[in-house]
C-alpha cells in the first residue's frame, strides 16, 4: 500500500549536542570553504551543513549566542532557540 503522505515515524527535528567545523583548502588566491557536521541527539544523526564564508562567520556567531540549537532534518534548517540578545 502507497504512503497516503502520513508521517513515517522518522524523528524529523532533533537536538544539535556537537559541532564539528572544517575549513579546505580552494587553492592558492581563491577562499577556502567551511563545513560544519551537526552531531544530533549525541550521534543518533548527522548533518553536514556548507554555509559559504560570509554565512559561516554569522552562524558562528548565532552558535555562541543560542542556549539550544536543533536541525529540522527534512527541511535542512538550523534552528536557534533562547538566543542572548543584549
Do not use: C
Amino acid at each position: 500500500m502507497a504512503s497516503s503522505g502520513a508521517s513515517d515515524g522518522r524523528i524529523k527535528i532533533r537536538k544539535v549536542t556537537d559541532i564539528h567545523s572544517n575549513w579546505s583548502d580552494q587553492g592558492e588566491l581563491t577562499d577556502g570553504k567551511f563545513s560544519f557536521q551537526l552531531i544530533l541527539d549525541n550521534g543518533a544523526e548527522e548533518a553536514v551543513i556548507m554555509p559559504t564564508n560570509e554565512d559561516s562567520d554569522v552562524l558562528m556567531d548565532l552558535f555562541e549566542l543560542s542556549g539550544d540549537i536543533y536541525f529540522d532534518t527534512e527541511r535542512k534548517n538550523v534552528i536557534f532557540n533562547s538566543l542572548k540578545i543584549g
